[in-house]
T-cell receptor
Framework: KAGVTQTPRYLIKTRGQQVTLSCSPISGHRSVSWYQQTPGQGLQFLFEYFSETQRNKGNFPGRFSGRQFSNSRSEMNVSTLELGDSALYLC?????????????FGSGTRLTVV | SQQGEEDPQALSIQEGENATMNCSYKTSINNLQWYRQNSGRGLVHLILIRSNEREKHSGRLRVTLDTSKKSSSLLITASRAADTASYFCATADATDSWGKLQFGAGTQVVVTP
């Protein structure tokens, strides 16, 4: 069974640019969550999608957005990049069943903004 | 903001010893989960304990949960060099749990041969 796949693995962007990160969940998982990990703030929740609907959103500015497709694949977009957006972005999926299950995380996309 | 704190921040032990780390949190929860992360890679789910459970075992892992104290502990018995990693506790809030986990700052564990 394939795990959660995130692409690309590494990305270098310039301030002011925008970036799109992709996440393919485990087959059959309809819930996809995104997290940002930085040395200073740790792991912070960005948003969660289920059946193409955003069900929850963390405390991030509107420059951070996401979407989910009918095949459960998800993308997140960051516009007008700032140096502080440099981070490891992690995607996670889980089976339907809510709090009964843990999450399977991808290996992450490491974004560097210069 | 992070849900709670983990203690200790770092732990250095020898192979064969036990490693214990603690996690405190602030709100009512549905469940508490522990994850492992190797060198800035993805997180690996270790164990989930529900709010109505007090103890759970999985292989060399033992997790306890005390909801009255809003705390949990993770015990790794007979540590191996491969257990070297950062360990995070994460909670699913009872009132805001849709896909959202709140993570602690993590405990960095180093197991030396």
């Amino acid at each position: 069974k394939a795990g959660v796949t995130q692409t690309p693995r590494y990305l270098i962007k310039t301030r002011g640019q925008q970036v799109t990160l992709s996440c393919s969940p485990i087959s059959g998982h309809r819930s996809v969550s995104w997290y940002q990990q930085t040395p200073g703030q740790g792991l912070q929740f960005l948003f969660e999608y289920f059946s193409e609907t955003q069900r929850n959103k963390g405390n991030f500015p509107g420059r951070f957005s996401g979407r989910q497709f009918s095949n459960s694949r998800s993308e997140m977009n960051v516009s007008t990049l700032e140096l502080g957006d440099s981070a490891l972005y992690l995607c996670a999926s889980r089976p339907t069943g809510g709090p009964l299950y843990g999450y399977t995380f991808g290996s992450g996309t490491r974004l560097t903004v210069v | 903001s992070q849900q709670g704190e983990e203690d200790p921040q770092a732990l250095s032990i020898q192979e064969g010893e036990n490693a214990t780390m603690n996690c405190s949190y602030k709100t009512s929860i549905n469940n508490l989960q522990w994850y492992r992360q190797n060198s800035g890679r993805g997180l690996v789910h270790l164990i989930l304990i529900r709010s109505n459970e007090r103890e759970k075992h999985s292989g060399r892992l033992r997790v306890t949960l005390d909801t009255s104290k809003k705390s949990s502990s993770l015990l790794i018995t007979a540590s191996r060099a491969a257990d070297t990693a950062s360990y995070f506790c994460a909670t699913a809030d009872a009132t805001d749990s849709w896909g959202k986990l709140q993570f602690g700052a993590g405990t960095q564990v180093v197991v030396t041969p």
